[in-house]
Nanobody, 118 residues
Framework: EVQVVESGGGLVQPGGSLRLSCAAS????????MSWVRQAPGKGLEWVSS????????YYVDSVKGRFTISRDNAKNTLYLEMNSLKTEDSAVYFC???????????RGQGTQVTVSS
């Protein structure tokens, strides 16, 4: 059974930083593209970033380019999202998902809440 557990969210002031983690199990993590998606209150899922199986290819939505960095540790079955220079519009529940940008699976975890507010 595919399981993912997101963590690392919290309340941060604008301009601050957070590092999200996604611990995966129940599938061969190193065989999968992985993505981060987010959902702000009252809105649908928004794709944020994707990383290839080996980590060499990374893609970002324009609004986070230069501020967010996706990475993975296949030995630890863990996906990360380093978020810097956070803005209020980054506030959302963040989920990890298997698959690339245009074909990710519906998130299976509970997500982790990120709130950017002064």
């Amino acid at each position: 059974e595919v399981q993912v557990v997101e963590s690392g969210g919290g309340l941060v002031q604008p301009g601050g930083s957070l590092r999200l983690s996604c611990a995966a199990s129940g599938f061969t993590f190193s065989d999968c593209w992985m993505s981060w998606v987010r959902q702000a209150p009252g809105k649908g899922l928004e794709w944020v970033s994707s990383i290839s199986k080996g980590g060499l290819s990374r893609y970002y939505v324009d609004s986070v380019k230069g501020r967010f960095t996706i990475s993975r540790d296949n030995a630890k079955n863990t996906l990360y999202l380093e978020m810097n220079s956070l803005k209020t519009e980054d506030s959302a529940v963040y989920f990890c998902a298997t698959g690339p940008r245009d074909n990710y699976e519906p998130p299976r975890g509970q997500g982790t809440q990120v709130t950017v507010s002064s």
